[in-house]
């Protein structure tokens, strides 16, 4: 039998002795929810798949670490409020631009969360698929870079855009499948020490990278665009990160989902929305604060209009934006795992709506810099905790469609918000669009306090 199997290899592993004191909480019995799922009573092949997870644990935490240092650095370039939206400025010189072109990548992401989890729920290994989807997604930043570098100003930007989008259809599929991978391998203990680590080591190279892409790309206009030169960095360094997941030992759990189609798991998603009111509370909320990420691309746009936004300039607010959101990611990852993501989610959310607030009254550049510290900050604890929580709630198996139902809210006021952002900033101010983006995080936030409980303290969190 494979359980059998999988105790004899346990036997001969170096690891086995002495990795954790993590047992209790994975083993708690699993709800069946339908006739391909396993029986709870049978726990030795569960007691095999919580053996091999903590048995391959120092392996697989080593691997997702380098890998999200790479990766995340990488991305970061593309995700961070700073370059792609000066970039998208610099070609159109529109704000609804701007906006549009934000709002496409994160469209992309909203209509391909859900069908990622239909991609990998029924499979007891994900990882071919997601490196295949991954591949995919770090293609668009390449196509980012070389159409900056090959096609003129009108063309890139109608290529950059659709770029934007393809690059946020695969992201939101990755998002899905790494999360999950992230969950089955490393316990729900380690999860916030991890995600911090590897974010803190991921935004000092970030951090680094992001200045001299300011400094000696974009400044001197390397290769004839320093955008597109940035871009192609982000690219060999996000590449890179991909094949470490290939050392990945990835545990197939004894029991998953029947394959369902598309449409099938469409019609379950109200009855799993109704079966956690908190969970559904929490999908609510990180929407809402996602929608608050509509001032995120005006933030530099606003800082350039202060100060003006030179290839230096560019460097010190990426700088300080990075760091601080790298200094910051081991103070989260700790908090949580000691009290909890809910209370991480809404302590970040406060440092967001104070420095999105102070940013209307700096006007230079080290005023400037300390807010973009602040904004770093907020933003970044609340990416990790919103990510971790969601891995809280409900049964195994659901896991997947979890995240993907998550992940496609969040995308799509993400979308929503950088277009309302554009139209508001065109019409308004960017004072306007600050002032709708700390509206709905309080909402957020209050939503969270009064009706979304701490996940960790039920009997059947695993």
Same mark, same amino acid.
């Given at each position: 039998?494979?359980?059998?199997?999988?105790?004899?290899?346990?036997? !001969?592993?170096?690891?086995?002795?002495?990795?954790?004191?993590?047992?209790?909480?994975?083993?708690?019995?699993? &709800?069946?929810?339908?006739?391909?799922?396993?029986?709870?009573?049978?726990?030795? =092949? +569960?007691?095999?798949?919580?053996?091999?997870?903590? $048995?391959?644990?120092?392996?697989?935490?080593?691997?997702?670490?380098?890998?999200?240092?790479?990766?995340?650095?990488?991305? $970061?370039?593309?995700?961070?409020?700073?370059?792609?939206?000066?970039?998208?400025?610099?070609? /159109?010189?529109?704000?609804?631009?701007?906006?549009?072109?934000?709002?496409?990548?994160?469209?992309?992401?909203?209509?391909? /969360?859900?069908?990622?989890?239909?991609?990998?729920?029924?499979?007891? !290994?994900?990882?071919?698929?997601?490196?295949?989807?991954?591949?995919?997604?770090?293609?668009?930043?390449?196509?980012?870079?070389?159409?900056?570098?090959?096609?003129?100003?009108?063309?890139?930007?109608? &290529?950059?855009?659709?770029?934007?989008?393809?690059?946020?259809?695969?992201?939101?599929?990755? #998002?899905?499948?790494?999360? %999950?991978?992230?969950?089955?391998?490393?316990?729900?203990? !380690?999860?916030?020490?991890?995600?911090?680590?590897?974010?803190?080591?991921?935004?000092?190279?970030?951090?680094?990278?992001?200045?001299?892409?300011?400094? %000696?790309?974009?400044?001197? =206009?390397?290769?004839?665009?320093?955008?597109?030169?940035?871009?192609?960095?982000?690219?060999?360094?996000?590449?890179?990160?991909?094949?470490?997941?290939?050392?990945?030992?990835?545990?197939?759990?004894?029991?998953?989902?029947?394959?369902?189609?598309?449409?099938?798991?469409?019609?379950?998603?109200?009855?799993?929305?109704?079966?956690?009111?908190? %969970?559904?509370?929490?999908?609510?909320?990180?929407?809402?604060?996602?929608?608050? @990420?509509?001032?995120?691309?005006?933030?530099?746009?606003?800082?350039?209009?202060?100060?003006?936004?030179?290839?230096?300039?560019?460097?010190?607010?990426?700088?300080? *934006?990075?760091?601080?959101?790298?200094?910051?990611?081991?103070?989260?990852?700790?908090? #949580?795992?000691? @009290?909890?993501?809910?209370?991480?989610?809404?302590?970040?959310?406060?440092?967001?709506?104070?420095?999105?607030?102070?940013?209307?009254?700096?006007?230079?550049?080290?005023?400037?810099?300390?807010?973009?510290?602040?904004?770093?900050?907020?933003?970044?604890? *609340?990416?990790?905790?919103? =990510?971790?929580?969601?891995? +809280?709630?409900?049964?195994?198996?659901?896991?997947?469609?979890?995240?993907?139902?998550?992940?496609?809210?969040?995308?799509?006021?993400?979308?929503?918000?950088?277009?309302?952002?554009?139209?508001?900033?065109?019409?308004?101010?960017?004072?306007?669009?600050?002032?709708?983006?700390?509206?709905?995080?309080?909402?957020?936030?209050?939503?969270?306090?009064?009706?979304?409980?701490?996940? $960790?303290?039920? /009997?059947?969190?695993?």
């Amino acid at each position: 039998m494979r359980w059998e199997k999988a105790a004899e290899a346990a036997q !001969r592993s170096p690891f086995r002795a002495g990795l954790l004191a993590y047992k209790g909480a994975m083993n708690r019995p699993v &709800a069946t929810l339908d006739s391909s799922l396993h029986d709870p009573s049978d726990s030795q =092949q +569960e007691q095999a798949y919580q053996d091999q997870i903590q $048995r391959d644990l120092p392996r697989n935490y080593a691997v997702h670490l380098i890998h999200g240092l790479l990766g995340q650095t990488g991305f $970061r370039l593309v995700h961070a409020p700073t370059f792609v939206p000066a970039y998208i400025f610099l070609l /159109s010189g529109s704000e609804l631009a701007v906006g549009l072109a934000l709002a496409a990548q994160h469209l992309g992401a909203a209509l391909s /969360s859900i069908f990622g989890a239909t991609l990998i729920e029924h499979r007891k !290994r994900v990882l071919p698929v997601g490196f295949a989807v991954g591949a995919l997604m770090r293609l668009q930043v390449l196509g980012l870079a070389l159409s900056g570098l090959f096609l003129p100003p009108e063309l890139a930007l109608f &290529a950059a855009i659709g770029f934007l989008c393809l690059f946020g259809l695969f992201n939101g599929m990755q #998002a899905v499948m790494f999360n %999950y991978l992230l969950s089955k391998v490393i316990p729900v203990s !380690r999860r916030g020490r991890l995600t911090g680590l590897r974010n803190f080591l991921a935004g000092l190279t970030a951090s680094g990278v992001a200045y001299l892409g300011g400094k %000696y790309l974009i400044e001197t =206009q390397a290769l004839g665009n320093g955008y597109s030169a940035t871009f192609l960095v982000a690219f060999v360094l996000t590449s890179i990160g991909l094949f470490m997941l290939l050392m990945v030992r990835e545990p197939e759990p004894p029991a998953v989902r029947a394959r369902s189609s598309l449409v099938s798991r469409f019609r379950q998603l109200p009855a799993m929305l109704r079966a956690d009111r908190a %969970y559904s509370r929490f999908l609510l909320a990180r929407a809402l604060a996602a929608f608050g @990420t509509a001032a995120a691309p005006f933030y530099i746009l606003y800082a350039g209009d202060r100060i003006g936004l030179s290839g230096g300039n560019l460097g010190v607010l990426s700088i300080a *934006f990075l760091l601080a959101q790298t200094t910051t990611n081991l103070a989260w990852g700790a908090i #949580a795992d000691k @009290t909890g993501n809910r209370f991480v989610f809404q302590l970040s959310l406060g440092i967001w709506v104070v420095s999105t607030i102070a940013l209307s009254f700096a006007g230079s550049l080290y005023p400037l810099a300390l807010v973009f510290a602040g904004l770093g900050a907020g933003m970044g604890g *609340f990416m990790i905790t919103s =990510q971790n929580l969601i891995l +809280e709630f409900g049964a195994r198996e659901d896991l997947p469609m979890r995240i993907a139902v998550a992940n496609a809210a969040t995308s799509a006021m993400m979308a929503l918000g950088p277009l309302v952002g554009g139209l508001v900033a065109a019409t308004y101010s960017y004072s306007a669009v600050f002032a709708l983006a700390v509206t709905v995080k309080l909402a957020a936030m209050l939503t969270v306090v009064l009706w979304v409980d701490e996940p $960790r303290k039920r /009997s059947t969190t695993f």
